[in-house]
């Protein structure tokens, strides 16, 4: 079972590029990671303008609410650089021999998923309430499409980002029941004899051993007539 579990074949295998590009979980990362790239992209470039003609200062667009805005990039930048780690795990994840190693990694990656999914889902609601509390102005305006996808993304990458984190738990639910079905079929106690190994009942060896059948002694005339004396 060592190098076999958590989703994953035995570790030693060659890493198919293609193949790996295919599987729902990349397709998933990438997605989450150009979302990521949409939201924070959207608010640093075009969510911070003059609310007119006659003021220069740069304002948020989520009703001028500095805070707002500065969450939105923080997510999504926690989001860009998360997903680049994970999918550099996810391609050598077969390299990982140790069982628990792999665990760990598929550990980090439920409670990672799981936390970006509830970051992605609070910077939902606040984008969204702050838009609704936004007077739109003639310099607001410019950056409303923007806004409105940032907050469309946002809620996009919290489906994205809980399904990565059932993804995860399934994962994590399969090698553990490996690993309890190796337990069970192999044991822990080293003193107790490998399966299928001769032996008795008790599990002690036994004595027993092979006999050929006895020697019959035949006597066959002698070649050239001689006799044995007898005394």
């Not at 003021?55 to 609410?65: M, Q, R, S, W």
């Not at 509390?133 to 923007?146: I, K, V």
């Not at 996009?156 to 059932?166: G, H, N, Q």
């Not at 004899?193 to 008795?200: S, T």
Request: hydrophobic share 45%.
């Amino acid at each position: 079972m060592e190098g076999a579990s958590f989703g994953a074949g035995r570790a030693g295998g060659a890493i198919d590029p293609v193949d790996f590009l295919k599987q729902p979980q990349t397709l998933l990362r990438v997605t989450t990671w150009i979302f990521s790239i949409v939201v924070f992209g959207s608010i640093v470039n075009e969510c911070y303008v003059n609310k007119d003609s006659h003021d220069p200062e740069l304002l948020c667009i989520f009703n001028e609410n500095e805070s707002a805005c500065s969450y939105g990039i923080a997510v999504g930048l926690i989001a860009f650089f998360g997903c680049i780690f994970f999918f550099v795990v996810d391609l050598y994840f077969q390299q990982i021999s140790s069982v628990k190693d792999r665990k760990r990694a598929v550990l980090l990656d439920l409670g990672f998923s799981g936390f970006l999914a509830f970051l992605w889902f609070v910077a939902f609601c606040f984008l969204a309430n702050q838009w609704q509390r936004t007077t739109l102005t003639r310099g607001f305006s410019q950056g409303a499409d923007a806004a409105r996808a940032a907050i469309t993304f946002s809620f996009f990458s919290i489906i994205i980002w809980v399904v990565l984190a059932l993804r995860a738990l399934q994962r994590y639910r399969l090698g553990t029941d490996m690993s309890l079905f190796a337990t069970e079929q192999f044991g822990t106690d080293p003193s107790a004899p490998y399966p299928g190994y001769p032996g008795g009942s008790s599990g002690v060896e036994s004595t027993e051993t092979y006999q050929s059948p006895p020697f019959t002694e035949t006597l066959e005339p002698n070649p050239k007539g001689y006799q044995v004396p007898a005394y």
